[in-house]
């Protein structure tokens, strides 16, 4: 059987690339332990444009209110994720609930 762990440096390696990445995508680093090796991530909601949508709106004579109203709630939601290295030195993801 193989051992796939990753020593102490190549996990921080690892860890502080996965953040740079995200960083990069446009999250904010919220809180860092480089002891533990996880970071929390939060990105802000998108603003909606509701004059655009409402000119769609009266243009599709009401048939665009449902994608209006997806876009209201789902997409000006923040997100927020943890990233972290696990016992055996292997990153993950996951997503935060956002209350």
Excluded at 64 to 85: H, R
Aim: hydrophobic share 45%; proline share 1%.
């Amino acid at each position: 059987m193989r051992n796939n762990k990753l020593s102490q440096e190549q996990s921080f390696q690892v860890f502080s690339n996965m953040i740079s990445k995200k960083v990069h995508k446009g999250f904010t680093l919220e809180e860092r332990n480089d002891e533990l090796l996880f970071a929390v991530l939060s990105k802000g909601g998108k603003v909606v444009n509701h004059g655009l949508n409402f000119i769609i709106f009266c243009l599709t004579l009401g048939l665009w209110s449902f994608a209006w109203l997806y876009l209201t709630i789902e997409a000006s939601k923040q997100k927020k994720i943890l990233v972290a290295i696990d016992e055996d030195g292997l990153p993950f993801e996951e997503r935060c609930l956002v209350a």
